[in-house]
T-cell receptor
Framework: GQNIDQPTEMTATEGAIVQINCTYQ??????LFWYQQHAGEAPTFLSY????GLEEKGRFSSFLSRSKGYSYLLLKELQMKDSASYLC??????????FGRGTSLIVHP | NAGVMQNPRHLVRRRGQEARLRCSPM?????VYWYRQLPEEGLKFMVY????????ESGMPKERFSAEFPKEGPSILRIQQVVRGDSAAYFC??????????????FGNGTRLTVT
């Protein structure tokens, strides 16, 4: 089976940097996704990693270590609008993404 | 902007009634996934379909739940004889033909089902 762990909640200050971790144990590995979800809305795609290393996209970066079953999402220059739930999803051997429970990020002034 | 379209956004049903949730994938996408989300919980996979085929339904309860994706028209998730425990947000997502590339799933805005 699959097991994906993320912290339940994190808080940070506007303008700061925050790192959201995700660890996983899956049967096979075909990529890891990060999504952002605001309350009552659809999850929106942020990043995709399939090889080890860091992928940078503007204020958001995502890192993957396949040998450690570990990823993180790094958010820089935090803005109030970044308050949302961040979902880690792993695509296993079946190519179906399995989602973690999500990390609720609260950004305060 | 033809994203993934789900309707209705909100659906209220009494116990024992049927719920039909519709999903039209993004233009050019032929793979559809249904997920269920309870408050404070992650997205739980239910079923994965291609046109006229159910590829994987391992996450869908064997009783009362069914899904289809006909050659013409939207994908339908059908819940018969709904119970209060079926109350949740149901999200549909779509992806292009090649499932083994890096294309992410694109999600609709979901249908929030409330069973009274």
């Amino acid at each position: 089976g699959q097991n994906i762990d993320q912290p339940t909640e994190m808080t940070a200050t506007e303008g700061a940097i925050v790192q959201i971790n995700c660890t996983y144990q899956t049967s096979g590995f075909n990529g890891l996704f990060w999504y952002q979800q605001h309350a009552g809305e659809a999850p929106t795609f942020l990043s995709y990693n399939v090889l080890d290393g860091l992928e940078e996209k503007g204020r958001f970066s995502s890192f993957l270590s396949r040998s450690k079953g570990y990823s993180y999402l790094l958010l820089k220059e935090l803005q109030m609008k970044d308050s949302a739930s961040y979902l880690c999803a792993v695509r296993d051997g079946s190519y179906i993404p399995t989602f973690g429970r999500g990390t609720s990020l609260i950004v305060h002034p | 902007n033809a994203g993934v379209m789900q309707n209705p956004r909100h659906l209220v049903r009494r116990r024992g009634q049927e719920a039909r949730l519709r999903c039209s994938p993004m233009k050019g996408h032929s793979h559809v996934y249904w997920y269920r989300q309870l408050p404070e919980e992650g997205l739980k996979f239910m079923v994965y379909l291609q046109k006229e085929n159910i590829i994987d339904e391992s996450g869908m309860p064997k009783e009362r739940f069914s899904a289809e994706f006909p050659k013409e028209g939207p994908s339908i998730l059908r819940i018969q004889q709904v119970v209060r425990g079926d109350s949740a947000a149901y999200f549909c997502a779509s992806s292009p033909e090649e499932r083994n590339n890096n294309s992410p799933l694109h999600f609709g805005n979901g249908t929030r089902l409330t069973v009274t």
